[in-house]
């Protein structure tokens, strides 16, 4: 490959500049021969300052051998900006960088840049839609989850925005049940971003959470993602742990209990369910706790069966429990 | 995999060493955070105890004054930049926008300078407050650099160990920084990267250790910061984290990755409860991390790089395990807060040239 910039009758005008080394720099980097080009056309035209599309087309190149390259970043967000090219293109084309590199963070924060310049409800829209295709390949991308949530927060839009939120985290816990950043993504969309549209009657929607979480649990009952959901709905609204006790109980013992009634509160665990489940012994520990007095000693027993039989991984937090219970009791 | 029953003290000091002489073009993207790099091999040589044996006074010499290189000055305040990656072969020192200090860096080349034991004359800590006051935001996080750039729970740490290792905390407006620390608790009990993020662990490190460092402050007091039931929450998930393997993940339901066993681990021993973590299994999963030709992988069968040898060693060093008589896992004490052996940190105290009164 020979497209070096040095030999392009483009650039003839720009004088590269080499980089600094100290006599003994400290691991440096073998760079490439288009690297090093690049690079040097790059401080080249950094130091004149110059903003110019074939600056756009130089940042591209550096940033696709790059992408970390934050000062490459920087001066393409001001060049965008200072020639007034359509950001409508620029999204287009990091759209295919975002794919390309998705877990660097500079990506996604000139993304966040070009939005908030956009300053449109319409293109946060479509960065939903286009999140959706990006998630779809990496369903738990940290980057791509802040991302979505920064949408959602700084657009703000009820009908446009948050209203598909819900659904869409439905939809990926139909896939993949223990996705936690789904299920996280819901008690944001839920309880800590404020209140969405149509869940005003705060304990009806509080009664839906719990059980869109029992059904799950009942799916897949050593399911981490969804105990915690149910923790989480229940602290957050200062719901005492005791009012799910009946849906816990049966979670606890070695064998689904044989009955064919159905109580849609507390959905049972399906027939080939590993049990007892150790989130749902846990669970009961912690309301007898709550519950205090005498329940304290069967929350000690609980623990007990934790430390010794089934989570010796976590026998010593489970012996901490046990001490810490005691001394408060 | 080497023998995985002991610690391949030689093969990791190697991985270090080899690092600090070249990295290969495929690792161009660390060029912009490359004294973080720089930290994870010069700190697995100070764990180990082999930087003496494995570089000469010369190179010791000439890497400190690579490193005051770095140290920048701009309107914007001092501090050091990654390396020379953006500055001009002509350069006479002159700062340019794109030329200025990053909060990371700086934490970092602190640290380093400590672990190459300088004597700290040359640095510029008004300066350096400066940097910190350029980078705090109106929400009270910071940002890596003064001109921009993202701002999460990482950068809250470093801004916070750089005042703790200066011991000075005016370039922070530490209430407004506390409260940004508040808003990205999450309901799982760990923090999120930044307000409303999933639990992560690398940011829980960053959030209980930056809690652990801050002085006492009118509003806030380092007692009633760490307690309570956000306390026993965030126990509580940390522990949780501890998966079958033995090795820690950094959220719910994902895979173990040896960095995450320092994140989740380091976050226990600030809060006190370091003796929770299984660290039998913990230091299995981390033997079976070791390449066989030297470094630590994020899982077994991985291939190493000298951010996760570092933390699998900072943790073992900080939690270590009942090794009989087998001397190959004997690791000195390590400040957790500071993530650095206590020597170092010691050195750092001693020479990081006091506030002027």
Not at chain 1, 111 to 116: A, D, H, N, S, W
Not at chain 1, 186 to 211: I, N, P, Y
Not at chain 1, 225 to 231: D, M, Q, T
């Amino acid at each position: 490959m020979s497209d070096l910039l040095a030999d392009d009758s483009e650039w003839a005008d720009v004088v590269p500049i080499r980089q600094y080394e100290n006599v003994n720099p400290i691991a440096p980097i073998f760079y490439s021969e288009e690297y090093k080009d690049a690079t040097d056309y790059f401080r080249g035209v950094v130091k004149t300052g110059e903003m110019s599309p074939r600056v756009l087309k130089l940042t591209e190149r550096v940033i696709r051998m790059n992408p970390a390259h934050y000062t490459a970043w920087q001066h393409r967000y001001k060049t965008v900006m200072a020639l007034q090219v359509s950001l409508e293109d620029e999204l287009e084309l990091m759209d295919e960088i975002a794919t390309m590199f998705l877990k660097t963070y500079q990506v996604w924060h000139h993304r966040r840049l070009i939005l908030t310049a956009l300053n449109s409800v319409d293109a946060a829209a479509r960065e939903l839609v286009f999140l959706k295709t990006v998630l779809e390949n990496d369903s738990k991308n940290y980057h791509t989850w802040s991302y979505r949530q920064w949408i959602l927060v700084h657009f703000n839009d009820e009908e446009r925005l948050w209203a598909g939120e819900r659904p869409y985290v439905e939809e990926l816990l139909e896939e993949d049940v223990r996705n936690n950043s789904a299920w996280h993504h819901r008690f944001f969309v839920v309880f800590s971003s404020g209140v969405r549209a149509g869940d005003e009657d705060r304990e009806q929607t509080l009664r839906r959470e719990l059980s869109f979480a029992k059904e799950k649990i009942a799916l897949a009952p050593n399911n981490l993602s969804a105990w915690n959901y149910l923790r989480g709905a229940l602290e957050h609204t200062h719901t005492p742990f005791t009012t799910v006790t009946a849906f816990v109980e049966p979670y606890t013992a070695s064998e689904p209990p044989a009955t064919d009634v159905v109580d849609l509160d507390n959905p049972l665990p399906s027939a080939g369910a590993q049990l007892p489940c150790v989130a749902a012994l846990e669970f009961l520990a912690d309301i007898y706790e709550e519950e205090g007095g005498e329940k304290t000693a069967k929350a000690v027993e609980i623990w007990k069966l934790l430390a010794n039989e089934k989570d010796t991984m976590r026998k010593k937090y489970w012996e901490h429990r046990i001490r810490d219970a005691l001394q408060k009791a | 995999m080497g023998d995985p029953r002991t610690l391949a003290r030689g093969g990791h000091a190697s991985h270090s060493s080899r690092c600090l002489i070249g990295l290969p073009s495929s690792q161009v993207e660390v060029d912009p955070s490359r004294i973080a790099v720089i930290f994870y091999c010069l700190g697995t040589m100070d764990i180990l105890s082999t930087l003496q044996l494995q570089s000469g006074e010369q190179d010791r010499e000439s890497w400190k004054e690579w490193f005051w290189e770095q140290q920048i000055s701009s309107p914007y305040g001092t501090g050091f930049r990654p390396s020379t990656y953006m500055t001009p072969e002509d350069h006479h020192g002159e700062p340019s926008e794109y030329n200025t200090g990053h909060l990371v860096m700086t934490y970092t080349a602190l640290l380093c300078l400590s672990i190459l034991r300088d004597d700290f004359s040359n640095l510029d800590r008004r300066g350096i407050l400066h940097l910190l006051r350029s980078c705090q935001q109106p929400d009270g996080s910071f940002t890596a650099l003064p001109t921009g750039g993202e701002s999460d729970l990482r950068m809250t740490y470093c801004a916070f160990v750089i005042s703790s290792l200066l011991d000075d905390w005016s370039g922070i407006d530490l209430d407004h920084a506390l409260a940004y620390i508040d808003k990205c608790y999450s309901y799982e009990g760990g923090y999120g990267q930044s307000p409303f993020g999933e639990a992560l662990g690398g940011t829980t490190y960053c959030a209980v250790a930056s809690l652990g460092l801050a002085p006492d402050t009118p509003t806030s007091s380092r007692a009633t910061r760490l307690a309570g039931v956000n306390r026993a929450r965030t126990i509580r998930w940390l522990v949780q984290n501890q998966t079958e393997s033995g090795g820690f993940s950094g959220r719910t339901n994902k895979l173990a990755d040896a960095c995450y066993c320092f994140w989740c681990g380091a976050a226990l021993a600030i809060l006190g409860e370091g003796d929770l973590v299984n660290e039998r299994t913990l230091t299995e999963f981390l033997a079976n991390c070791q390449f066989k030709f030297g470094g630590i992988a994020k899982a077994p069968g991985e291939r190493p790089d000298p951010y996760h040898t570092y933390l699998s060693l900072a943790i073992l060093a900080i939690l270590p395990a009942d090794h009989g008589n087998d001397e190959t896992w004997k690791l000195p004490r390590l400040n957790p807060l500071w993530n650095a052996t206590e020597d170092t940190a010691q050195w750092a105290r001693a020479h990081i040239p006091a506030k002027a009164s």
